[in-house]
């Protein structure tokens, strides 16, 4: 089970990371950003979970703060693995993914 939530936590902070880079290079280029071939990379690496945003979220949530969204809803979930990877290595210390959480300690 730790395996697997760290896996999960992983993904979650690629696409955090992601969106993070996705913005600067928003701030820096902005009436450019779309033509640009890094933002647009980000922009693939991000997109499922954005669209994941979009579906969840009421309609009157305007497409320009969906990003945001998507960051804070990708922050809540790596919490939520975080903690529930902790419970798992603290209820089976034994498990291969453990040994990383125990030494961050």
Partial sequence: MATLLTIVKA????AGMALIAQFAIGVFAWNRRHQ?????????VTSPF???TRLVTPKFVLDRHIP???FFLLFVLWL????????????DPQQRACAAVQQSR
């Fill in 11 to 14: 993904v979650l902070e690629i």
């Fill in 36 to 44: 640009n071939l890094v933002y647009k990379l980000f922009e693939v």
């Fill in 50 to 52: 954005t669209r994941l």
């Fill in 68 to 70: 945001l969204a998507t």
């Fill in 80 to 91: 939520v693995v975080l903690f529930e990877l902790a419970g798992s290595c603290r209820t």
